[in-house]
Each structure stands twice: as C-alpha cells, then as structure tokens.
C-alpha cells in the first residue's frame, strides 16, 4: 500500500471549510462525461430501458471527512461495476456504505438483491459487483478498511450484506449519512476530522451484527504481518507456504485459517504476483523491460507460465494489456471530468493509511 498523506497535511488549517468535489454532468456529453468521472474506479453504462431516451442528468457531491468520504448522487441511474481487472489493478481497500434515498439499486452479481429506499449495503471494494440503479438518489459513505478493527474488517474480502429498514445498525447507519452530508456543507475541517474520529464505534458496531460474515469473527495476529511480509518478499522464489510456515512459526491449521477466504495460501501469493505484474505493465516507466523479465521479477519462473495465469485471471495477456495500458485507454480519459475523477482517486489512496 502506499503511505497516505498525514492527516495534519489534509487538514492544514482545521478552521477552513470541509475539502468537497462537486461535478455535474450538463455539458454537451453528460452521459459521457458522467461515465469518465467514475472510469478509474468502476465501469458505468447507461440503463437499459425506454427511459434511456430522456436527457441523462447527473451530479456527485463528495466531501473529505479526514477518515473517510461522504458522497450524495443524484442521477437518471445506470450500470455499475467492478470487474476481477479492475479490482486487482487499482486495489482499492475501502468499503463503501450505500444509503438509498429515492429510486432502487439491483445488485445483479449478489443474488439479484434489490435495494429500495431505507435499504443499506456494505460491499467490500476487494470484492467485483455489479449492479443497476434506477433514478434516484443514494448517499454512499468510503471507508478504508485500516479505519475499522480487523475483527469486522479482515484482510481477506467481507461478504456483501444488505441491512432492511428494520435494522438498529440501518437506521443508524441512514441518519448518520444523512447528517454528515449536510453538516459538511458548513462544518469546518477540525470538526469534521474530530467527528469522524470518534465514529469509529458505532459505525464498527453496525458492521458487526448478527448477519456478519462468520470470517470475521476472529482473526490471528499474525494476519496483517504475514500479508506484508509476503507483500515485500513476491520475488522470492521460496516464497511458499513451507517458508512461511518456518518464518512465522505457524501449524498447517493456523496457516489454513489464515487464507482459507483466499482459497489458500499459494493462490494468494499468486494473486499479489499477478497484480503487481498488471500495475509493471501499465507502468510508463517500465516500457522498455520485456514481459519475461517483469514475470520474473515478480516470482514466475517462465513468461509462459506468467501468460497463461495472467490470462486466466484477467482474460487478456500480458502484450495486449500493455498495448492496451500504452494506447491510452486505461488512464482516465481527458476532458471536463478529469480533473474531478483524479481527485476522488487521490483521496481514495490517501485513505488507505500505512
């Protein structure tokens, strides 16, 4: 992960107004300017029906609270994802706490739950989706996992839940966002970051409830350890599960738990591998090394078996990613929502802490 910025830098002047990114999607391409504000993080389309032929209307508010963003939408609604690619290469490590307001949300990767006005969701950014929004208004709270303890955020994914309108932790949760999306409006900055601070608990306490994922019931200490100890050794090739075993003074059993939710713990170094190869290739400054070379340097013995794995997981190889990433088309697109879409993921990155 990298190093966010401190929070004495976001937070300079605690006197002056909460930071915000307001955009509105009215110019000659709305639809498409709405689309590239989102292109970094996910991939919108518009919806699939008559309604399509209104004009497209469109318009995000998000505001920095110090420890994580409060965003309110109100839009003619679309198609949301986050692919398997687009998970792995900006690994993002936030959940995202979704409040409908008017409209309805289909998460169509989820079971077809359908979410209406009270409902409230939390999905791990670790994890792809997709879904449908119809017109209407939501409020979506970012946080970064490293906000909450590793007991209702584990390094590994956290299952998608929904939270029904009968819920203590959603009617918290609905009156919380409701109320930082106003009060940012005209708090100032040291309020806000003090506010922020001190609903670590209750925001913990809805995360927790009856119909938590049964991972997160207890996580081992070694957890953050032995994932960034295998985040700064994947060239190693004795990286495997015997070497880490020996390192950490784990049993089997222990080591099991630990990446069970991963598929275990070979596929996770494998995983990590590949996504650190993903960002070489789309990496300017690495253009002039050879495919071969970044696969080794990354832990795979022979380009061969890199291309086939890489194409497993991501259903491209690793020549037309490059030449996809070398084109242009995976960088944020130029035009009126760039500068809007950098900026979210700016504090995206500050957030993740250490």
């Not at 906000?147 to 309108?165: G, K, N, Q, S």
């Not at 090394?289 to 061969?304: H, K, L, S």
Request: proline content about 8%; some cysteine; aromatic content about 10%.
């Amino acid at each position: 992960m990298q190093a966010s910025e401190p929070i004495s830098d976001v937070f300079a002047d605690p006197t002056d107004p909460v930071e915000r990114v307001e955009f509105s999607a009215d110019g000659t391409d709305p639809a498409g300017d709405w689309r590239r504000l989102f292109s970094s993080l996910l991939d919108w389309q518009p919806a699939r029906s008559p309604s399509t032929s209104r004009p497209f209307f469109g318009k995000l508010t998000v505001y920095h609270l110090g420890f994580f963003l409060a965003c309110h939408i109100e839009s003619s609604g679309g198609r949301l994802s986050r692919t398997p690619l687009t998970v792995t290469r900006d690994d993002h490590d936030h959940f995202i706490v979704t409040i409908v307001v008017g409209g309805q949300i289909r998460f169509a990767d989820q079971n077809a739950r359908r979410m209406r006005p009270g409902d409230v969701s939390i999905l791990d950014l670790r994890t792809p989706m997709t879904c449908v929004f119809s017109p209407g208004e939501t409020i979506h709270l970012i946080i970064p996992r490293l906000f909450l303890p590793l007991a209702v955020a584990p390094p590994d994914p956290v299952a998608f839940r929904v939270l029904r309108p009968h819920r203590v932790a959603s009617r918290f949760l609905e009156d919380l966002a409701r109320m930082l999306v106003q009060m940012a409006s005209y708090a100032e900055r040291g309020e806000a970051m003090a506010l922020a601070s001190v609903l670590k608990t209750p925001i913990t306490f809805c995360f927790e409830g009856p119909d938590a994922s049964p991972s997160t019931a207890t996580v081992s200490r070694h957890a953050p350890d032995l994932r960034r100890f295998i985040e700064d050794n994947l060239d190693r090739i004795d990286l495997n599960p015997a070497f880490l075993l020996k390192r950490f003074a784990l049993s089997r059993t222990q080591m099991f738990r630990q990446f069970q939710a991963s598929g275990g713990v070979e596929t996770y170094i494998r995983r990590r591998r590949l996504r650190r190869s993903l960002v070489a290739l789309a990496d300017p400054a690495s253009a002039h090394r050879q495919i071969g070379e970044i696969a080794y340097d990354n832990g795979f013995p022979d380009e061969t078996h890199f291309s086939r794995l890489f194409k497993q997981a991501y259903g491209t190889t690793p020549r037309a990613y490059r030449r996809q990433a070398r084109q242009g088309s995976l960088d944020i697109p130029a035009g009126v929502a760039g500068e809007p879409a950098q900026r979210l993921v700016e504090w995206l990155t500050q957030l993740k802490g250490p």
